[in-house]
Each structure stands twice: as structure tokens, then as C-alpha cells.
């Protein structure tokens, strides 16, 4: 193969990895990752050790899909004890870290009664020692947080447990991916590269670059082992040629799930990457990353949750994106890792953090952030932010997965952004519980009862409705709220006729075309067209 300059194949998918399981935002920033490491990984490993033929039950059945139960083989426990004696050695510091975040608000609650703390933390846990401050709140609860900046300095972040998984996909279906580790399988090459590695965004680039083999294999350090395989990832057949859209109007393309594109000839925004593959037989038509522009000025993202923030779309595009919008955190609470260091901690040295109502100017173009309620089970989480796009004139607003429980705030929303014409707003109403996603930041065990009342839910009919009621648009989109075929790998969802979500989105499409609004669920792809409502500014 040498002498000639090769593409990489446009089904090939990066697959980020921690400690070999897929590697979501609650993996990367140290607090968060140690206690997904104990409370997830470790619980799930070890029950798959001590009932494997459970497990292999459970997968099977359709009503466990996303439940913590691995998709892997009876016959393969050895394999997954040696991961398990693996995780644990090498996580030591995190097993430690975890412990020690239980027993710091163990007693926080037993002794931190409203008077003076200096003397608290001479019995703060030793390994957290200078890595956090303990308060009050108003009503004097008692609680810390910590100083995450150094936590990336430190022993606790980890960056060797990170790695890439190179595979070929033929079709869209996946098994759910969360509850299930990555063991060794023929076609799939693993790199012990950390995510900030350069080679990375090398290879990405080679979709629509070609370059030689012996420069990338030289940067990813590949192995004479490994070249045989490696070498199959490449093609030397040119992709299709991407056109740039040139014309006057906005143009929006739906890739699926919350990923929306909005281009005019100037500029392009993109919201909630998650880019499916192209190169086989599909069952849907789709855009994929072959649709993209060669430079995205924005990258918008909603909020924490690993169907919003996909690394497996977002590191390759990582090359092409000029800013990544991301809602401003800083405050150092467990539930709420600060996501401008956490992508600036794996190479993206483009973020900037965005207030509620901040907005961000530039030619013809506005981009404002607003408040985002529901769908975090009633934590104070803040790493979440819903977007006004504004061209020339023309109005999107992207509500993602809000649920309204004040309507009072939407109004004030309204009163400063006014009457918009594209709404887009995802309804999976009914929402897995607290635990499902939030379970290892629990320091305390809840009821069943609480757990089941506090959920993951965005909109049904009335709550949507409330919403266009407020801000009147012309056009109203729900998301296809993964049910998209390259979406149920992450998140685990299969609807039917039946689905309450699937009631809930007919009944609001309905109700907005008889209110004589457009209005539709998208699924797969989809395209338009709208006229600016002032003449565009050089």
C-alpha cells in the first residue's frame, strides 16, 4: 500500500473508550468518573461474575434494554473477571476517591449543624484534602464542593484509562452500549491514545484528505501486529464531493435525534452533534458526516446527557469546529462537572461557556442562550442551556428536552426574545428514573418511591402545547427522540404505536396543524428552506 495516498473509509467509527467501556461525560471528569467507576463498571461487572446466565436472560428481553446487564457471552466471564482485577488495580485512586466522597457526606450530615466549620475539615477523608470547601446553604445544609480545575491536575484524572476503539460498521444497529464493556473482537483495533491525541483529528481529516498510511501509522504508533487491520480501514476511492451551500435562504437539515444544521452562505451552526455513518445499505435515508461542512463556526450543546454529548461524533469533528458553545458551570458540585475544562481537558481548545440570556453576535447572526427546565429528575443541575438562533431576522429556538413546570419563567423568556418561527422540542415524557443515569452521584440510597417520581422526562402534549402557546411559532418540530435505528445503542429506546411519547407528540402535531401551524416528528432526515426577514450584510 505504499506510495499511494488512501481515505479513510466513511464507515469506520471511532470509538471513544474509559477503562474499555464507551466513554460518556460523566467519564471524563475525575469526581464523576470515580464514582461511575465503583457505582456503574464495578457493580455491573460483578454481578455479570456471580449470575452471568442472568444476564445473558435479561439482554434478550426487550423490556431490559438499557438495564445494567451486559451483552456478552456466558462462556466469556473469564474474561470480564480479568477487567474487573484490571479495573481495580489500576483505579485504585478512584475506588479511594469514591469512598471517600461517601464518608465526607456522611459526616457533613452528622456534624455539620449550622455552627462554624474551620474544625470540619481537619476530618475531612485525607485523599480530598485541599481539593474541596465546605458551606452552608440558606438554610444550613451542609455540603462541599469541589475545586475541579485541580482535579484534572492531579492523581484522580486519569487519562491513561482513555483509548479508541477502530472498527468497520456495515449497518446502524448496535447493542446498547452503556452497561456493556468492550472486550477484545476480531475487526476491532484498540489504541491506548488519550483523547487530546493529535492523531485523532489526523484521521478524522482523512475522510475527505487523503494522506499516506505510513504518516498516519507512524502518529498513532501502530504496530507491526496491528497494520494488517489497520490497513483495512482505508480506501483509496475519493468521497462524494461536498457541496457548500451558496444560496440566500437559511437553510436546516435534521441528521437525526437533536442534531439540527442550520447554514446560511456565511455561516453554520450545529446543534447536538450526534452524525450517523454512510458506506452501506440503510434502512432510512440520512445525513451523515459526509453532509457536513468542511468548517462548523458553532457548535451549540444542551445539556450533559450522553445523547447530547457524543464523543464518537464529536471527536472527529473536533478539526472542523472554529467554537464550542457549552452552558456555563463552575460551581464544583458533584452532579454538575463544568463541561468548558471538561472538553478543554480532551483537546478541544475552542469552548467558550455561555450565561442564561448571554448572547453571542456576530454577522447577521445572534446566538442567545436561555433557561433549560425538566428532564434532570429535579437535581440542581446547571450544565444545561436552551438556544435562540437568530438570521437576519428569522428565529429558532431549540428547547431540547425542556419540560415546562413554571410557566411563568417562559413567559419572561418570551417578553425578552419575543414571538419565534421554528420551535424544535424533544417529548420523551414518561423518562427513565433518577438512578437510572444519576445513580453513582448518590451518596444515599433513595426510595423506590422517590426514585420512580423523579424522572428523566421532557414534554408530553399539554406541556409542549404550553410552550407554543407562549412563543407562537409558525413551525413546530418534535425530535424522533431516538428512535432513530442509530440512536438505540445509547439510548436504549424502542418505541411502538403504543408508546405514551409516540401519543404524546401525535397529539401535539395535531394540535398545532389545527391551531394552523406546520408541524411534524422528525425521523431520519429532513430539509428546508426559509427566506430571511431582512436583507443579509456583507
Same mark, same amino acid.
Given at each position: 500500500m505504499s506510495g499511494n495516498k488512501f481515505y479513510l473509509k466513511p464507515n469506520v467509527v471511532i470509538e471513544p473508550l474509559f477503562d474499555r467501556w464507551y466513554a460518556w461525560s460523566h467519564l471524563i471528569s475525575p469526581a464523576t468518573a470515580a464514582m461511575n467507576v465503583v457505582g456503574r463498571h464495578l457493580d455491573i461487572m460483578d454481578s455479570f461474575i456471580v449470575e452471568p446466565a442472568i444476564h445473558a436472560e435479561a439482554v434478550l428481553n426487550p423490556k431490559m434494554k438499557g438495564g445494567p446487564f451486559m451483552d456478552i457471552p456466558v462462556h466469556r466471564v473469564e474474561e470480564v473477571k480479568a477487567l474487573y482485577d484490571k479495573t481495580v488495580q489500576q483505579q485504585s485512586k478512584a475506588l479511594q476517591f469514591s469512598k471517600a466522597v461517601k464518608e465526607l457526606d456522611r459526616m457533613l450530615e452528622a456534624e455539620g449543624k449550622g455552627m462554624g466549620m474551620e474544625t470540619l475539615y481537619e476530618k475531612v477523608p485525607s485523599i480530598l484534602k485541599g481539593y474541596v470547601e465546605l458551606f452552608y446553604d440558606r438554610n444550613n445544609h451542609a455540603d462541599f464542593r469541589f475545586f475541579e480545575a485541580l482535579l484534572y491536575k492531579s492523581q484522580f484524572y486519569n487519562k491513561s484509562s482513555q483509548s479508541i476503539a477502530l472498527w468497520v460498521t456495515e449497518n446502524d444497529h448496535r447493542p446498547f452500549c452503556l452497561s456493556t464493556p468492550r472486550l477484545d473482537e476480531p475487526g476491532v483495533l484498540h489504541l491506548d491514545i488519550p483523547f487530546d491525541h493529535t492523531g485523532i483529528d489526523e484521521l478524522a481529516k482523512m475522510k475527505r484528505n487523503p494522506q499516506d498510511l505510513e504518516y498516519i501509522k507512524t502518529l498513532l504508533g501502530i504496530s507491526p501486529a496491528q497494520e494488517a487491520?489497520?490497513?483495512?480501514?482505508?480506501?483509496?476511492?475519493?468521497?462524494?464531493?461536498?457541496?457548500?451551500? *451558496? &444560496?440566500?435562504?437559511?437553510?436546516?437539515?435534521?441528521?437525526?435525534? %437533536? @442534531?439540527? !444544521? #442550520?447554514?446560511?452562505?456565511?455561516?453554520?451552526?450545529?446543534?447536538?452533534?450526534?452524525?450517523?455513518?454512510?458506506?452501506?445499505?440503510?434502512?432510512?435515508?440520512?445525513?451523515?458526516?459526509?453532509?457536513?461542512?468542511?468548517?462548523?463556526?458553532?457548535?451549540?450543546?444542551?445539556?450533559?446527557?450522553?445523547?447530547?454529548?457524543?464523543?464518537?461524533?464529536?471527536?472527529?469533528?473536533?478539526?472542523?469546529?472554529?467554537?464550542?458553545?457549552?452552558?456555563?458551570?463552575?460551581?464544583?458540585?458533584?452532579?454538575?462537572?463544568?463541561?468548558?475544562?471538561?472538553?478543554?481537558?480532551?483537546?478541544?481548545?475552542?469552548?467558550?461557556?455561555?450565561?442564561?440570556?448571554?448572547?453571542?453576535?456576530?454577522?447577521?447572526?445572534?446566538?442567545?442562550?436561555?433557561?433549560? *427546565? &425538566?428532564?434532570?429528575?429535579?437535581?440542581?443541575?446547571?450544565?444545561? %442551556? @436552551?438556544? !435562540? #438562533?437568530?438570521?437576519?431576522?428569522?428565529?429558532?429556538?431549540?428547547?431540547?428536552?425542556s419540560r415546562i413546570s413554571e410557566p411563568a419563567l417562559y413567559k419572561h423568556i418570551h417578553n425578552s426574545i419575543g414571538d419565534v418561527d421554528v420551535m424544535f422540542l424533544g417529548m420523551e415524557c414518561d423518562g427513565a428514573p433518577l438512578t437510572w443515569l444519576y445513580g453513582p452521584l448518590m451518596t444515599k440510597k433513595i426510595t423506590r418511591e422517590q426514585d420512580s417520581s423523579r424522572r428523566l422526562a421532557g414534554s408530553d402534549c399539554m406541556k409542549g402545547m404550553s410552550l407554543v402557546e407562549i412563543f407562537n411559532p409558525k413551525e413546530v418540530y418534535v425530535y424522533a427522540m431516538g428512535m432513530e435505528p442509530w440512536l438505540e445503542f445509547i439510548s436504549s429506546i424502542k418505541y411502538t404505536d403504543a408508546s405514551n411519547p409516540i401519543i404524546q407528540s401525535n397529539k401535539l402535531v395535531k394540535n398545532c396543524g389545527e391551531k394552523g401551524m406546520i408541524a411534524e416528528r422528525l425521523f431520519g432526515e429532513k430539509e428546508l428552506l426559509y427566506e430571511r426577514k431582512y436583507a443579509a450584510t456583507e
Open positions: 487491520l489497520f490497513n483495512t480501514f482505508f480506501t483509496t476511492t475519493p468521497p462524494p464531493v461536498y457541496k457548500k451551500y *451558496t &444560496g440566500d435562504k437559511i437553510r436546516m437539515r435534521y441528521f437525526g435525534h %437533536a @442534531c439540527i !444544521l #442550520v447554514e446560511t452562505k456565511d455561516v453554520s451552526i450545529l446543534v447536538d452533534p450526534l452524525i450517523s455513518y454512510y458506506g452501506y445499505d440503510s434502512d432510512i435515508e440520512h445525513f451523515s458526516d459526509a453532509d457536513l461542512p468542511d468548517v462548523i463556526d458553532y457548535v451549540l450543546i444542551t445539556h450533559n446527557h450522553q445523547d447530547h454529548i457524543l464523543f464518537e461524533t464529536l471527536l472527529p469533528l473536533r478539526h472542523k469546529i472554529k467554537h464550542l458553545i457549552v452552558p456555563r458551570t463552575n460551581t464544583g458540585q458533584l452532579e454538575n462537572p463544568d463541561l468548558r475544562l471538561m472538553f478543554s481537558n480532551i483537546g478541544f481548545d475552542q469552548v467558550e461557556a455561555i450565561e442564561e440570556m448571554e448572547t453571542i453576535e456576530f454577522t447577521n447572526t445572534t446566538i442567545t442562550g436561555l433557561p433549560f *427546565t &425538566g428532564e434532570h429528575s429535579d437535581l440542581n443541575i446547571l450544565s444545561k %442551556a @436552551c438556544y !435562540l #438562533v437568530q438570521i437576519s431576522g428569522f428565529k429558532l429556538l431549540f428547547l431540547a428536552d
